[in-house]
């Protein structure tokens, strides 16, 4: 177990580095950098311009460039902000927060609805129940998340005359207003996520309900919701859990356009601004932060699967 | 009658039969369809409904989608402006014509552009594995393991807003999917006997992977594609949304979206209509690629 931990994490870093030199040279390959726009309309002649960009490291090659950030990024330095000079890694573990607290709200949000609904579909195969519960998981698919965060905001304003309260506030310093501050863009992600899940533990629920063992189960007298939860559900939860290691991708990226219509300080409205901004230490570093939840996520969806099903475990 | 030339005319006489076959043969997957899927076929309706009205939108809209009339801003929905104006006093029923061609043009594009690239390099990955896989596979798994929301936004911020650019962030996002369900198929087939016995009488690899491959991994790329339809044009709303996709004043269903925003108390039927467009839309495509997965192979369900 340990060795295969072990040759995953050694496979992410070496997937992170090609990710790090496809981000790094699309960025310097398109045109437009963070010299030109700040002194845009400062009347700043071409010298003083190069002579920025050679203090910025921006007038190497893009190799050159790439080597630089590199090193010192193993080192733990992520450089500094182009625009406000902080310190890349600081803004990271200030933003971070946020975004992990929003996945995790979703997910668990996500599971709390999928799974009865998929249950409960499976148990009710084919009966207008399912029908309908079905209806709702495709369309909870279709349904684009900043749409429907938008559609939240405008019946909860008119209708109860209630928005979130503005100025974001951590979960430490103001557990109420934080979470009526996440609790939308939360349930926007989740409805998607358990739109999934619920299609997933239908169908493995159902899978398991028609196997052999069951009608063992069955057959020796246990009751039918011994029958669900104990075996049926166990058994089709490592699936549940393949597919939120799927979603993670999803999910990350999600929190770009909900954190900025619901005004969140977090790693994804970060990416937006610094993009826009050509702040390429931040963009460079926050994509790779994201790149590397999301295999971490993956790394333990695949080792959670040998604790669910110790049949993979012994493998 | 020489002996080549009866070769040929048996050859011909073959290949209309077997046509002739082929067609009959879609005739009857098509009714079949019909028959056991009537929610996939009623959504392939409505996708079709979608198309024509792109395509005659001049025709079909009653005001011009991106005239404002400074007189009537922010109407609510009434006869003359049946879904309202917006905020620039355009008829928001004509935008949403108009806008469904944004939506179409940017899905089909994205989506045709993936199937042609990630076919391509699947196959050729698929086919010829070793180290060729290996460096194909690391790049996909490198661009997969970003985010695609984050990756499309950070490309297409990056180009600028441009329809094209939205489509070239959307293509890159989807061709390493495209290429996976590629590779895996051709693996599949790679290993299987008539492909083994084609290669034992002295097929080429060209000729292998176009004569065995295409034809066998059709039905999982149309199934594909159909979803991929789907999160595309969600894709593209979002962008347009956040300022970075379609640029204005083209009347993107996340543009308008974007703009309804600023109005959510004023003039919520800016929210509602585009949103429910792009969700029935969606929907349409995803139930369709259901059934078709369904009727294709009822197994992968």
């Known amino acids: ?315 | 009658m020489s002996q080549v030339q009866l070769d040929s005319e048996l050859l011909k006489g073959k290949l209309k039969a077997s046509r002739n076959l082929s067609v009959k043969k879609f005739k009857e997957d098509c009714k079949r369809f019909i028959f056991t899927q009537k929610i996939g076929f009623i959504s392939l309706l409505f996708i079709l409904l979608v198309i024509i009205i792109a395509l005659i939108a001049p025709i079909i809209a009653p005001f011009d989608p991106i005239a404002q009339d400074r007189a009537a801003f922010l109407a609510a929905p009434n006869s003359e402006h049946v879904m309202g104006t917006d905020d620039l006093g355009r008829d928001v029923l004509s935008r949403l014509v108009h806008g469904s061609r944004i939506s179409l043009i940017v899905g089909f594009s994205t989506v045709i552009i993936s199937i042609i690239l990630g076919t391509l390099i699947g196959m050729v990955s698929g086919y010829f594995g070793g180290i060729v896989d290996m460096i194909i596979q690391r790049i996909m798994d490198a661009i997969m393991s970003i985010p695609a929301l984050i990756l499309a936004l950070f490309i297409a911020a990056l180009l600028g807003p441009a329809i094209q650019n939205v489509i070239i962030s959307l293509v890159i996002i989807e061709v390493p999917r495209f290429a996976r369900i590629v590779r895996g198929e051709m693996m599949r087939i790679r290993e299987s006997n008539y492909v083994e016995a084609s290669r034992s009488v002295g097929a080429s690899s060209f000729r292998i992977i176009l004569k065995h491959g295409l034809p066998n991994m059709m039905a999982p790329i149309i199934v594909m594609a159909s979803l991929a339809f789907g999160q595309t044009i969600i894709a593209e709303a979002s962008l347009s949304f956040l300022g970075i996709g379609t640029p204005p004043p083209n009347p993107s269903w996340g543009l308008m979206l974007s703009d309804a925003s600023r109005y959510m108390e004023s003039a919520p039927w800016l929210v509602l209509f585009p949103g429910l467009a792009l969700s029935i839309l969606v929907l349409a495509f995803n139930l369709f690629g259901d059934a078709l997965r369904d009727f294709l192979d009822p197994k992968m369900s």
């Open chain 1, 1 to 315: 177990m340990v060795e295969y931990i072990i040759r995953r994490l050694i496979f992410g870093i070496f997937v992170l580095f090609i990710m790090t030199a496809f981000i790094f040279i699309i960025m310097r390959a398109v045109p437009g950098d963070v010299v030109t726009l700040q002194l845009a309309n400062s009347g700043a002649t071409a010298e003083q311009m190069d002579a920025m960009k050679a203090e910025m490291g921006l007038d190497k090659s893009i190799l050159g460039q790439l080597t630089d950030w590199v090193t010192k990024a193993v080192q733990g330095d992520l450089g500094n902000s182009l625009w406000s000079g902080q310190e890349v890694s600081q803004i990271i573990v200030d933003r971070l927060p946020v975004t992990i607290q929003l996945a995790i709200m979703s997910i668990i949000l996500a599971i709390l609805i999928g799974i009865p609904i998929g249950v409960i579909s499976a148990v009710k195969q084919n009966t207008w129940i399912d029908h309908f519960l079905k209806i709702f998981s495709v369309s909870g698919l279709s349904i684009p998340n900043f749409w429907l965060g938008l559609v939240l905001l405008t019946v909860l304003s008119l209708a109860l005359n209630w928005i979130p309260p503005l100025g974001f506030q951590s979960f430490a310093e103001n557990p109420m207003v934080n979470l009526q501050q996440m609790i939308l863009p939360a349930i926007c992600l989740a409805i998607t996520l358990s739109a999934s899940i619920v299609r997933m533990t239908r169908s493995a629920v159902l899978e398991v309900l028609h196997s052999e063992f069951i009608r063992t189960v069955r057959a020796k007298g246990a009751r039918e919701r011994i029958v669900i939860f104990k075996h049926a559900l166990r058994n089709s939860l490592v699936s549940v859990i393949t597919l939120i290691g799927l979603q993670v991708g999803y999910l990350l990226g999600g929190t770009v356009v909900l954190e900025s219509i619901f005004a969140l300080p977090g790693l994804g409205s970060l990416i937006f601004e610094s993009v826009l901004a050509r702040d390429y230490p931040i963009v460079q570093s926050a994509v790779l932060v994201f790149g590397a939840m999301f295999l971490l996520v993956n790394l333990i969806v695949d080792v959670m699967y040998g604790w669910v099903d110790p049949r993979i475990r012994t493998k």
